[in-house]
T-cell receptor, first 116, second 116 residues
Framework: QQQVKQSPQSLIVQKGGISIINCAYE??????FPWYQQFPGKGPALLIA?????SEKKEGRFTISFNKSAKQFSLHIMDSQPGDSATYFC???????????????FGRGTSLIVHP | DADVTQTPRNRITKTGKRIMLECSQT?????MYWYRQDPGLGLRLIYY???????NKGEISDGYSVSRQAQAKFSLSLESAIPNQTALYFC???????????????FGPGTRLTVL
């Protein structure tokens, strides 16, 4: 059972363009939605995260948009750069207060290539 | 993340062999995890440990075992390796006690395992 569905599996964007990666979740108990960035030969690292009490969070060129009613969230990378080429994972987790353990459920990942 | 180290970084082994992957961390985190990454399947949780005396199975624990030798060390064993265990393996930690979100995962650099 795939609790977090991520699309597309791969994405090619030209330098300066906008990269958009989408995720959908099923468990309404999820209360934390992070995105991880993984460069080749490295482990994933936290990029940006959002809680469901806000609809958008922006950090530099990276923005998370969150739609609680649709149970969807997305990562937007503005002015995409070749250095953004990496695999991106969305994830969702929930706290003990909601019956969870904070352990994230990951999407299957999106391989982003930004051409110069 | 240099605070989470994994050895070996690459390993080629034969079907039926026993192999151990090791993880050490200097972050002082209490929680440690083992994930497996396969193309198109994302990150799947194998085992996790909330402290030295606590070991839990994850989504795909069959064929694997773990040992938490100390707060800083968590090893993953394949008792009898098979080709479909060929994958990229990541160790991760999380900190339950700090002010940061308790579910944030800090990944090691990974071990690429090939079973022939």
């Amino acid at each position: 059972q795939q609790q977090v569905k991520q699309s597309p599996q791969s994405l090619i964007v030209q330098k300066g363009g906008i990269s958009i990666i989408n995720c959908a979740y099923e468990n309404t108990a999820f209360d934390y939605f992070p995105w991880y960035q993984q460069f080749p030969g490295k482990g994933p690292a936290l990029l940006i995260a959002i809680r469901p009490d806000v609809s958008e969070k922006k950090e530099g060129r990276f923005t998370i948009s969150f739609n609680k009613s649709a149970k969807q969230f997305s990562l937007h990378i503005m002015d995409s750069q070749p250095g953004d080429s990496a695999t991106y994972f969305c994830a969702a987790s929930y706290s003990f207060a909601s019956g969870g353990s904070y352990i994230p459920t990951f999407g299957r990942g999106t391989s982003l290539i930004v051409h110069p | 993340d240099a605070d989470v180290t994994q050895t070996p970084r690459n390993r080629i082994t034969k079907t039926g062999k026993r192999i151990m992957l090791e993880c050490s961390q200097t972050k002082g985190h209490d929680r440690m995890y083992w994930y497996r990454q396969d193309p198109g399947l994302g990150l799947r949780l194998i085992y996790y440990s909330f402290d030295v005396k606590d070991i839990n199975k994850g989504e795909i624990s069959d064929g694997y075992s773990v040992s938490r030798q100390a707060q800083a060390k968590f090893s993953l064993s394949l008792e009898s390796a098979i080709p479909n265990q060929t994958a990229l393996y990541f160790c991760a930690t999380s900190d339950y006690t700090s002010g940061a979100y308790k579910g944030t995962q800090y990944f090691g650099p990974g071990t690429r395992l090939t079973v022939l």
